[in-house]
């Protein structure tokens, strides 16, 4: 089966111009999470979808990001407008249904690199 | 200081060596889980120990928990130059399944 698919791998942009991020989980995996590494820190969470539900954006930074769900399949996270310390490294990662057997198990997508000049 | 903090930030040995890693949290939690990054790669899970478990094997990993002491150590055995990576330690709390907390991580380099 196909993996996590994030597009683009990488994206250069000006601060003040916008990005969208996709994600494709899983096929089948009502669980889709999003997670950044900022240079030089950890692993954050950013937020959780059960379908196309928001469960949890508690680590949504601030209000220049936005993640949709539409129709439960893939997800999009927009950063409008970009500043210089949104660079770093975008992850998505996707699971089974809460109660299917593996449901802890997060599958992560390669990530998407941002660069923010 | 963060949940999840892994020890050492880097480590670097000869191949057939054995590398352990450690890493230590602040909260009570579910199960903490160990995920390896190749350079310009996702993060690739490579195993999940319960709260109420004390160790647990797959293949050449081997990981501790020590809930009293809230840390855990991911033992690799007869390394690989393949082993190269990052590793990373993630914690769920309660209720929290999926909102994973990591660590900075442990950048292993096997050499050959």
């Known amino acids: 089966e196909a993996g996590v698919t994030q597009f683009p791998s990488h994206s250069v942009i000006e601060k003040g111009q916008t990005v969208t991020l996709r994600c494709d989980p899983i096929?089948?995996?009502?669980?889709l999470y999003w997670y950044r590494r900022v240079m030089g820190k950890e692993i954050k969470f950013l937020l959780h979808f059960v379908k196309e539900s928001k469960q949890d954006e508690s680590g949504m930074p601030n209000n220049r990001f936005l993640a949709e769900r539409t129709g439960g399949t893939y997800s999009t996270l927009k950063v409008q407008p970009a500043e210089l310390e949104d660079s770093g490294v975008y992850f998505c990662?996707?699971?089974?249904?809460?109660?299917?057997?593996?449901?802890?198990?997060?599958?992560f997508g390669a990530g998407s690199r941002l660069t923010v000049l | 200081s963060q949940q999840g903090e892994e020890d050492p930030q880097a480590l670097s040995i000869q191949e057939g060596e054995n590398a352990t890693m450690n890493c230590s949290y602040k909260t009570s939690i579910n199960n903490l889980q160990w995920y390896r990054q190749n350079s310009g790669r996702g993060l690739v899970h490579l195993i999940l120990?319960?709260?109420?478990?004390r160790e647990k094997h797959s293949g050449r990993l081997r990981v501790t928990l020590d809930t009293s002491k809230k840390s855990s150590s991911l033992l690799i055995t007869a390394s690989r130059a393949a082993d190269t990576a990052s590793y990373f330690c993630a914690t769920d709390g309660w209720g929290n399944a999926g909102k994973s907390t990591f660590g900075d991580g442990t950048t292993l380099t096997v050499k050959p």
């Open positions: 120990i319960r709260s109420n478990e």
């Open positions: 096929s089948g995996h009502d669980n």
């Open positions: 990662a996707s699971s089974l249904g809460w109660g299917a057997v593996g449901a802890n198990v997060l599958t």
